[in-house]
């Protein structure tokens, strides 16, 4: 009974401060995919710093970059393909709208499959409930 009460107030908070986010514009749509809530984005300063701190109450925050001589420099159009880490199926199969990705996903163990300018990275990871979890994917410059 605590899990759904947890899980209840958990939507309905992401639900409230998604919204008053997106009402001030600082935040892209929610979307949903296979009934999980997802967004894309942090395109500019303002819209990336929103999605960093909304992604603290999220169960997952995917940054994307790539390598750089001086510094890393964020991506966006990067093809996604997310599986239960069991499961050849996908849960998600989506192209990036900026070098962020939140995703509502519940614990379990799951394979990432990323790919930017046809190089493909793969990630295995595991969420935990009651959780932020964080993956940073970065991509070697290209010679």
Do not use: C
């Amino acid at each position: 009974m605590k899990l759904i009460g947890t899980g209840i107030f958990l939507t309905l908070y992401l639900s409230v401060t998604g919204a008053m986010a997106q009402t001030t514009g600082l935040l892209p749509e929610t979307k949903n995919s296979n009934g999980l809530m997802y967004m894309t984005g942090g395109i500019g300063s303002e819209e990336s710093e929103a999605m960093q701190e909304l992604g603290k109450k999220w169960p997952l925050l995917i940054e994307f970059s790539q390598d750089h001589p001086q510094r890393a420099l964020w991506i966006s159009d990067v093809q996604i393909k997310l599986s239960k880490k069991a499961s050849k199926t996908p849960l998600l199969e989506i192209i990036t709208e900026g070098p962020i990705l939140l995703i509502d996903l519940p614990a379990g163990e799951y394979t990432l499959d990323a790919n930017f300018e046809g190089r493909p990275l793969k990630r295995n990871f595991k969420i935990e409930a009651a959780k932020a979890n964080r993956l940073n994917l970065m991509w070697p410059v290209v010679k």
